[in-house]
Every structure is written in C-alpha cells, then in structure tokens.
C-alpha cells in the first residue's frame, strides 16, 4: 500500500470492482524511475476458491502485454544496434517476405499499425495448425490497403515482427526476450508459458476452457499464441505486477544493456502524422488523455494494461483477471480509465 499508510484511492477503487463483479482480483503498482510508489492486491485467484487471496506476487496472462514486454523492447535492440532499418521494406532484406504483399510492408508501418495487414488473426482458420504454414500465409496474404494509408491494429504486425527478430538474430523470440530485456531489468518472474506446476499454482485462471472443462490457469488464454506453442509476438507472457513495474522503470530510464533512451523517446511520440487515431511505435497515447499529458499506454485483453508517462517520470500497472468473469471489456475499461486518472494526478 502506499508509504504513509493511508488507503490510496486507487486502492479503494479497485476493491469496489472486485466487490461489484468486475474481475475476481486484481493487483496494481505506480511508481518512478527509482521505483515503487504505491502498490497492492486486492480478491481472490479464484472465486470457486475464495480462500486463495490474490497476492502481490501473483502471475497473470497478460496478453497483449507481451507485445511491448518482448517485441517492442527487443525491436529496440535490433534498431539501436544497427540491424534494422525501420524505413526499409521488408522483401529488401528478409527473403520470406520478398515477392509477397507484405515485402512492401517497412517495420515502421508494423510498430505503428499502418502495414494494411488484415485485423484478425484467425490462424488455424485460415492457415492450418502446422508453425511453417502458418507463417507462410500471414506473410502471403494480400494487404487490406497500402501500407501507411490507415491506422487498424492487428495482433499480425506483432507477430510479423516478432518472426522479423527471430530472422535478424537467428534466435527464439523467447531466447531473445529472456536475454536482452528480462534478465538485464531484473525481471525474474516473467516467463512464457506453459507454466510449469508450482508457478500456475500462483497464477490467476482466465476463461473458461470447454476443451479441458477448466479454466485456463498458466496456459496462455490466446488461441494463436497456444497454436505457435505458446510463445509468440501476439501472446504467451506471464509476469507479475512488480516486474512489469521494473520493466516500465526501465522505459523511465533505460540502463545499459537493453533498449536505449532514443529508443523509448522515438516510441512515445506519435508516428502516424495526421492518420488517426494516433499511434507512437507500438504504444499508443492513453484513453482521456491530451498530447499535453504524455501518457502512453497498452491493454491486455485477459485484463491487463501498463501506461508511462516520460513528462510526469510516471508508470503504473494494473492486472487483473476480468476474463475469468466476462469477455465484455467495458466494466474493466471504466475502471481501468479511472485508475489511470488517479495514478497520474
């Protein structure tokens, strides 16, 4: 809770959100460049089990989380190394893109979701369940509209960059996560699932799963990142509220080792000019917020989100397991606008 022992509203907040339905946990943490400010958990794991309290050390899917925690910050490494040109398209230098409507497609236009690449994933649908066949057929598959032309996010531009990295690097997405980023911020909790049995049993379950009469519990809730093997651009992180804290500490003021400075300060800053709505490089301005208040932010849909604010020296994270009660995202965004508006006032 916060230093001075008072009950901060945020706090208050989202206990009234476990307390009306909204999720079934919940654990949140703001803080600086050097560190934690405030931070708490609030309800249960699970509420079949309502005497596992959620703890602040309890793993959550997070999502779409992953696209930042691990393609946004090792494309950094990439770019401030010198080994991606960000203004080049793809077919001029990665031979499975070259020939195919994405080789016109630059990793500009993927961070910033103007690749015109179609908006859902449906993988096994539209590919089969084979890794290769897949990959050769988001990488085939005709663009929406010219890329630069319109702003749609699409779990794709993630995956196709996260494949990108993999080329670059002649490494695992996973290995590479773990490596460059996780290990130098001291991110020792986060991990890509399956979790193994001790770790899912401090794990928040998410939807309920017809194939295993379960809910998911330390398996990735995302259907395409469970199709890959669990581990891919899209999806497959597990962390917990206080690493992803170091990681947002990290974004504040990047030590040596990970990301640079220019690139966090290139990535919050918006990158689409006049298209709307306005994307930075994979993060996007926070709803309810002005250019003024600089704040950026990306959500999970299991009922995750993280915003950083370099203006204010302010991050926070909140997670959640709202999947677990419903898939309609509009009782946690409410809550979720109202944590932001009192973590960063």
């Keep these: 809770m916060a230093e001075t022992g008072e009950v901060p509203p945020c706090a208050r907040l989202l206990a009234a959100a476990v307390r009306d339905g909204v999720c079934p946990g919940a654990v949140w943490a703001v803080g600086d460049a050097s560190g934690t400010r405030s931070t708490g958990a609030v309800g249960v794991l699970d509420p079949a089990r309502p005497e596992e309290p959620v703890r602040p050390d309890t793993l959550f899917d997070v999502a779409s989380l992953t696209k930042i925690l691990s393609v946004w910050a090792v494309t950094g490494t990439l770019v401030d190394a010198g080994k991606l040109d960000l203004s080049a398209p793809l077919g001029t230098f990665w031979p499975a893109a070259a020939g195919r409507p994405v080789g016109a497609v630059t990793a500009h236009h993927l961070l910033t979701h103007t690749a015109g690449m179609p908006l859902r994933a449906n993988l096994r649908f539209l590919y089969g369940s084979d890794p290769q066949d897949v990959r050769d057929g988001v990488l085939a598959e005709p663009l929406r509209h010219p890329p630069g032309a319109a702003v749609a996010y699409t779990d794709r531009a993630a995956l196709v960059l996260g494949w990108l990295a993999e080329h670059l690097t002649s490494r695992p997405l996973a290995r590479l996560a773990e490596e460059r980023v996780w290990a130098p911020l001291a991110m020792r909790e986060t991990r890509w699932g399956p979790l193994p049995p001790e770790a899912a049993a401090r794990c928040a379950p998410t939807e309920y ?122 009782p946690l965004a409410r809550i979720r606008e109202a944590f932001r508006a009192s973590a960063f006032a």
Excluded: K, Q
Aim: hydrophobic share 40%.
């Design 209 to 330: 799963d017809e194939e295993t009469g379960r809910h998911l519990r330390g398996t990735v809730h995302d259907f395409s990142a469970r199709l890959l093997g669990g581990a891919c651009g899209i999806a497959g992180v597990f962390t917990t509220a206080g690493d992803t804290g170091r990681f947002l500490r990290g974004v504040l003021d990047p030590p040596p080792g990970t990301f640079s400075p220019a690139w966090t300060a290139a990535s919050l800053r918006v990158g689409t000019g006049n298209l709307g709505p306005a994307r930075g490089l994979l993060w996007h301005p926070a709803p309810g917020t002005t250019p003024a208040d600089d704040v950026w932010a990306h959500f999970g849909f299991t009922g995750t989100a993280m915003w950083v604010s370099p203006a204010r020296g302010r991050w926070a994270v909140l997670l959640t397991n709202r999947l677990y009660v419903t898939r309609d995202p509009a």
